[in-house]
């Protein structure tokens, strides 16, 4: 399949700009091979059955977005993609005239080096007697989506992150956990529905746009995650009960397919620290996941198609126009869908 198999008609107006006023408000599109319901977020416990397994991305968004000098006075806006070892992290740069090895940037009073290219990231070092996290905090701001149009404040602080964030190095919200309140928490609970976390970190390479028309060539962009036995087992649990396996979000389903690829198992997941530069597009097999809950995405994007892959082609490229007919809210701050695996996949 090609980039353009991936379009779709959105009216600018429905890309949401802010939250809606509470978590669990949003609307809920039920993809099944039934047909498609309009429903509720507070209805997924209804929607799920005793015995399922709900797992939660628990990564925290770092304020990944600094604004710095050169020595030469030129601007440089950076967005950090992973914080790594040592004082170091990878950036995208915005600047007029990319810095060479050795070259300085200023943020404030804090000092970082250039220490090389990464592709298209900037490979930097930070100065200073804190840590990288810890200089993020003070100096950082939190990096909003490129489709929200307004500068971050209060309420983005809070609810451009989860309430169960707990591991702090996303540059992007794993944005189906968003919907998520301590009040539909505790219904999912009563419901006698499990709950697991993973974590990966967001890379700010989920906002590239896939830049080839044919899907071979593209390169993916990569994220770490991490998986322990605690999740493990409660997989293994859940298949033995019968329970369905639910990923609250693209990165959750990419985390744990890349696991049980790496396993080289029939959806058996081993604890694992590792590196994803998995591209899922219609054709590939999944093995660990039953059901995907996922907002709205890109046209033309990566989790485009990764949901035509769970869902099914033609059945998701429905749903959107369905969605879009039906004025959901869309991206970030939108609405969700519930997607049951197409038995193709």
Do not use: W
Not at 21 to 40: C, I, K, M, N, T
Not at 109 to 127: I, T
Not at 283 to 306: A, I, W, Y
């Amino acid at each position: 399949m090609r980039r353009s198999d991936f379009d779709y008609e959105l009216p600018p107006e429905l890309i949401a700009q802010q939250p809606a006023a509470e978590r669990s408000a949003s609307r809920l599109l039920q993809v099944a091979p039934s047909g498609l319901a309009d429903r509720q977020i507070r209805e997924l416990p209804a929607l799920l059955a005793p015995g399922d397994l709900l797992v939660f991305n628990d990564t925290r968004v770092i304020p990944a977005r600094l604004f710095g000098v050169k020595p030469t006075g030129g601007r440089v806006e950076i967005l950090v993609e992973r914080v790594l070892e040592s004082g170091r992290f990878l950036a995208q740069l915005g600047v007029s005239k990319k810095p060479r090895p050795g070259g300085e940037i200023r943020v404030g009073s804090d000092r970082l080096e250039v220490l090389g290219r990464d592709g298209d990231l900037f490979e930097l070092r930070y100065h200073g007697a804190d840590g990288v996290l810890d200089f993020l905090e003070r100096a950082g701001r939190l990096p909003l989506p490129p489709y929200i149009t307004h500068a971050p404040g209060a309420q983005d602080a809070e609810r451009y992150q989860t309430v169960f964030a707990r591991e702090p190095g996303a540059v992007a919200a794993p944005t189906a956990g968003l919907h998520f309140d301590d009040a539909l928490l505790a219904a999912l609970d009563a419901r006698g529905i499990v709950r697991a976390t993973l974590t990966l970190h967001v890379g700010a390479g989920t906002f590239q746009p896939v830049r080839v028309e044919n899907l071979d060539e593209h390169r993916m962009h990569a994220e770490r995650y991490r998986i322990d036995a605690a999740l493990c087992a409660a997989i293994d649990a859940a298949r033995e009960r019968g329970g369905r396996v639910v990923a609250v979000g693209t990165t959750v389903a990419r985390a744990l397919e890349s696991a049980a690829l790496a396993q080289d198992a029939e959806g058996r997941v081993a604890p694992c620290s590792a590196e994803t530069r998995l591209f899922i597009t219609p054709g590939f097999r999944f093995r660990v996941v039953d059901r995907l809950l996922t907002n709205f995405h890109l046209p033309q994007s990566t989790l485009m198609m990764l949901v035509c892959a769970f869902g099914g082609y033609e059945r998701l490229m429905s749903a959107y126009r369905h969605a879009v007919a039906q004025r959901y809210r869309f991206f970030s701050y939108g609405d969700a869908m519930l997607i049951e695996r197409d038995a193709a996949a």
